[in-house]
């Protein structure tokens, strides 16, 4: 399909290519890596998505309330086209718990999910993505650790999940078993060297530019953290193999330190360490290179000093090939030179107002083109949006007015889109731990950010200095340069959505073959009455497109008949079906439930005397969770849908759904699968079926549900018929299918904050959620916020962005007098 993007990528290439042949740009320092890397970055279009979530904890019975910002992720500009944003929460055992699709409009969408009374206590992962990122892997989404406090869940666990949540504290309590931090193992291709493990910790080191190098001052950072990336004190001391102290070494903030080395030839160096007070370890540093690039850099008020270097010492001649200074901030390069090392050594000063704010990536490469020496440092121009009191805060009876006004870095009132959630609390209570301006100028772009970044970056003064070292110990995540270099591109396998779809595959089920352009029909059936006709494309695709329905809807496929007179079998394209692989962060803790609780109950178990609940001798698929029996005899439901409303445990019927778990996907979404005799079938005839035509009702929910794979994520509900056989054939396949999420009116249900148990806890309350605060060409923003009996203190949070660009993050607690 020939679209304007690819006609754009023909003649930005044709242009290339043109350019090269008349030598146009010869003269240019590092053209072609330059043209390289700005195709690169314009073909894959960049894009970043942050949420904004009312607070940092949450109990169950609660909502998270989150604003959805998608941004260029160049420019961090509201991305204007509009396109859908998927939102997933994660239990740490792997299982997609709830599920949003948001029509994110000029770059923002809000919602909220509501966490029920039956949530598991635990560890979570909430994630945001959209389709174009589904290209460029799960590094790219935006995700945040969360705990979710629900005590209630120790009178109704599963047993399996006692000994699972006991499993996992002891791997926590090890700091982290096999898990490593991605810092540590992600670090950049070309340069990154050096990681030790032990039982409770581990140390790596970083030397700048990437390598040590012979007869050149080398910077080395180093981190000594946990097994889950949590920094730990450390001290000790670097020893050459003469057993002389070459240089004490010491972690500062994170665990973090750095040490001087000047490496000797033929000398090889050691570093003995104690970790959190106890005895010392020694760490072998590699052999220094003889003849390699060492290279430095440095802030200095408005400039940044670069020092490149090379040993001339040993009978090494001095390097005269060309290098190339490389300087970019989010694939955008904003700086090259070209120079030699004639005399070992090369200072090159670059104004920093000439790269824009965020992590900035120079690159030394020789001819032809290979890296040699790298660094990141952060440019801050103080360009962010603030947010001020226009006026003092103004209690009237039960409210509180405020206004503020928001700016740019320059002072002029800024036009924007923004989100403000008041939490109440005691004092200490932790609001938020991540903000919009940090994540997007860090995580966003770097491996194995860790979330303490935040905080410091916070902090105000001596910030800079510190967030430089950290960058001694991340690598850039947004590209290769193998790849830029090669001209190598992803593959585009998922183009943006606007609007939802249905996509799958039509077979033979006889000749287990794809039929190709076959008609394929589907029906929107709940209240919409709505019908699509297309037909399939090679290997049996089919796709129906821009959608619009909100809510959970019931969908209709068909097609007609086989010549052999029984209908063709469609294959569904589900997304949120599989497993997340959970990875514990420093914000990650212990389960808090490790025994069942006090009112905890076994599941009634069919009784022995009772014939017309008979324990069944060969069960196909295991021990299911729950058994039905129904007695031909004593039976009065009309379908079998009665008999699950009335008989059946742990299940949920919402909108004419029957949900084990909370909504996982987009289509099919958690409804549970249902099965005749062994063979899956659509829930319209599994409901509808008459109670006297079955013998029994198994329910598998959880891991009993494994049996199944992948179809049974969401739990099955398998009924055995008193006929033999069920040929599980029909002519249409019946789903539900996740439209766009309608966000709810912000609501609490605080009465009295003194008789709230939630603000004796650490999860505070959200008295107040406005995602739709809409700042004028003045800049103000008016909002009002309810005050209840008892209310002391409250912390708001206002995040957002500038339609023509800017964003910004700001906290404010407010004193209730």
Do not use: C
Not at 387 to 395: H, Y
Not at 725 to 740: N, V
Request: aromatic share 10%; no cysteine.
């Amino acid at each position: 399909m020939i679209t304007n993007k690819n006609i754009i990528l023909i003649v930005i290439s044709l242009m290339m290519v043109l350019q090269s042949a008349d030598g146009s740009r010869k003269d240019t320092p590092g053209a072609e890596i330059m043209d390289n890397l700005k195709f690169h970055t314009f073909f894959t279009e960049p894009q970043k998505v942050y949420l904004h979530l009312d607070k940092a904890e949450y109990k169950a019975g609660e909502a998270i309330w989150f604003k959805a910002y998608l941004l260029d992720g160049i420019r961090h500009d509201p991305f204007t086209d509009s396109t859908n944003i998927y939102i997933e929460l994660i239990h740490s055992d792997g299982n997609i718990m709830e599920m949003r699709v948001l029509l994110a409009e000029k770059g923002f969408a809000a919602g909220e999910i509501y966490l029920g009374d039956n949530m598991p206590d635990g560890n979570y992962i909430i994630r945001a993505y959209t389709d174009w990122m589904l290209n460029f892997g799960e590094e790219y989404y935006y995700a945040r650790h969360l705990y979710i406090n629900n005590p209630e869940y120790a009178n109704r666990i599963p047993r399996g999940e006692v000994r699972k949540n006991r499993r996992f504290n002891r791997k926590l309590s090890r700091m982290g078993g096999d898990h490593q931090p991605a810092s540590f193992t992600e670090g950049v291709r070309h340069f990154f060297w050096e990681l030790f493990n032990s039982e409770d910790h581990q140390v790596a080191f970083f030397p700048e530019g990437g390598h040590l190098v012979e007869g050149t001052a080398n910077r080395v950072a180093f981190k000594v953290a946990d097994l889950l990336g949590y920094g730990l004190d450390a001290e000790g001391e670097i020893i050459d193999s003469n057993g002389e102290t070459v240089a004490p070494v010491m972690t500062g903030f994170a665990g973090i330190g750095v040490f001087e080395i000047v490496p000797e030839e033929n000398t090889t160096y050691t570093a003995r360490i104690s970790v959190d007070g106890g005895g010392y370890r020694n760490y072998e540093l590699p052999e220094a290179r003889t003849g390699g690039y060492s290279l430095r850099a440095d802030k200095d008020g408005k400039q940044i000093r670069v020092i490149v270097s090379s040993a001339v010492n040993s009978g090494v001649p001095p390097d005269s090939r060309e290098l190339l200074l490389l300087g970019h901030t989010r694939g955008e390069p904003y700086f090259a030179q070209t120079f030699d090392l004639e005399e070992g050594i090369r200072e090159i000063i670059i104004d920093k107002a000439s790269f824009p704010s965020g992590i900035a990536h120079f690159t030394v490469f020789q001819e032809p083109h290979r890296p040699v020496a790298e660094r990141l440092i952060f440019i801050n121009r103080d360009d962010e949006l603030t947010f001020s009191s226009v006026v003092q805060a103004e209690r009237k009876g039960d409210r509180l007015d405020m206004q503020l006004i928001v700016r740019d870095g320059t002072g002029n009132p800024v036009e924007g889109n923004f989100s403000l959630s008041a939490v109440a609390g005691r004092p200490g209570i932790e609001t938020h731990r991540m903000d919009m301006l940090s994540y997007l100028l860090f995580d966003s772009d770097l491996k194995g950010m860790s979330e303490e970044i935040h905080e410091h970056f916070k902090s105000g003064a001596g910030s800079e200095e510190f967030i430089d070292l950290l960058l001694l110990t991340h690598g850039w995540r947004r590209f290769d340069w193998d790849d830029v270099i090669s001209g190598e591109l992803p593959d585009i396998r998922v183009t943006p959505s606007r609007g939802l779809n249905v996509r799958g595959q039509l077979f033979d089920p006889a000749k287990n073959e794809s039929l190709t352009n076959y008609p394929v029909l589907l029906e929107i059936t709940n209240g919409y009455d709505d019908l699509f006709s297309t037909r399939t494309g090679r290997d049996g695709n089919f796709a129906f497109t821009e959608l619009f329905y909100e809510g959970v809807i019931t969908a209709k496929l068909s097609s007609q008949r086989l010549p052999a007179n029984h209908p063709p079998v469609f294959k569904l394209n589900l997304r949120g079906e599989r497993r997340y692989d959970y990875e514990p962060g420093i914000y990650t803790r212990e389960m808090a439930i490790t025994s069942r609780g006090d009112d905890w109950s076994r599941q009634r178990r069919p009784s022995r005397r009772d014939p017309s609940e008979r324990e069944v001798a060969s069960q196909l698929y295991g021990t299911p969770d729950q058994t039905i029996f129904i007695d031909y005899d004593k039976t009065t439901e009309r379908d079998l849908y009665e008999v699950l409303r009335q008989r059946a445990t742990g299940l949920r019927f919402e909108g004419g759904e029957i949900i084990i778990r909370g909504r996982t996907s987009l289509v099919m979404s958690n409804e549970a699968r249902f099965m005749v005799d062994g063979i899956f079938v659509d829930r319209s005839t599994f409901l509808n079926m008459y109670p006297r035509d079955v013998e029994r009702i198994e329910i598998f929910r959880g891991t009993s549900a494994a049996i199944f794979g992948i179809r049974g994520a969401t739990g099955v509900i398998l009924a055995y018929t008193r006929r033999p056989g069920y040929d599980g054939f029909k002519d249409a396949l019946e789903f539900s299918m996740l439209g766009y999420h309608t966000p709810a009116q912000f609501y609490t249900d605080i009465v009295e904050i003194s008789d709230n148990p939630a603000l004796a806890g650490n999860t505070g309350k959200t008295i107040h959620w406005d995602p739709e605060l809409v700042s004028g060409d003045d800049g103000i923003i008016n909002f009002r916020i309810p005050l209840v009996e008892g209310m002391e203190r409250m912390v708001l949070t206002i995040e957002g962005a500038g339609f023509t660009g800017g964003v910004g993050s700001a906290e404010f607690t407010v004193e209730i007098e």
